[in-house]
């Protein structure tokens, strides 16, 4: 239960508090959290693509691989603060968040790239099978950066 926040309340029909016979009822619905969407000026001015179409992993290892960002903006870019990126494989319930370590990139010039070492461990309960690896950066602001998902090979050995 969050400890700060706003309830907004539709009245329908005022009722009457005057008449003995019809008491006044009030109902609550179970609350739901309002998640405002991100502005569009949040929005993170890369294209994002893989290293390779397809890479191999042991149960228990982490699986490496790496993340080029393209500016697709007209101006040089750099990040007021580094973006978390979420990394996951299939519908799995293992995933992982974490912040991007994009301080070392500096400012982006207009179709600059700059490549990104990313690791996802993949724990020693992980099914053995194909999976594709899901990667989405910037979490929190407009429209996430994405890329088709490469195929992930789960192994035993």
Known sequence: MPIRG?????????????????????AVRPFE??????????????RLS??????????????????????????????????LYFEQLGSSAWHEIHYLNCHPAGTFAPSATAVFAIELRVPRTARPGRYGLLFELGLGTYQL?????????????
């Open 6 to 26: 706003t309830a907004r309340l539709t009245v329908v029909g005022a009722p009457r508090c005057d008449q003995p016979a019809e008491p006044s009822r009030v």
């Open 50 to 83: 893989f290293d390779r179409a397809s890479y191999r992993v042991r149960v228990g290892q982490r699986l490496h691989y790496r993340v080029t960002l393209t500016s697709t903006s007209r101006h040089p870019f750099r990040f007021r603060s580094c973006p």
């Open 145 to 157: 950066v994405q890329a088709p998902a490469p195929r992930v090979l789960v192994t035993r050995n």
């Open 33 to 46: 959290t309002i998640v405002p969407q991100p502005r569009r000026s949040t929005r993170l001015p890369f």
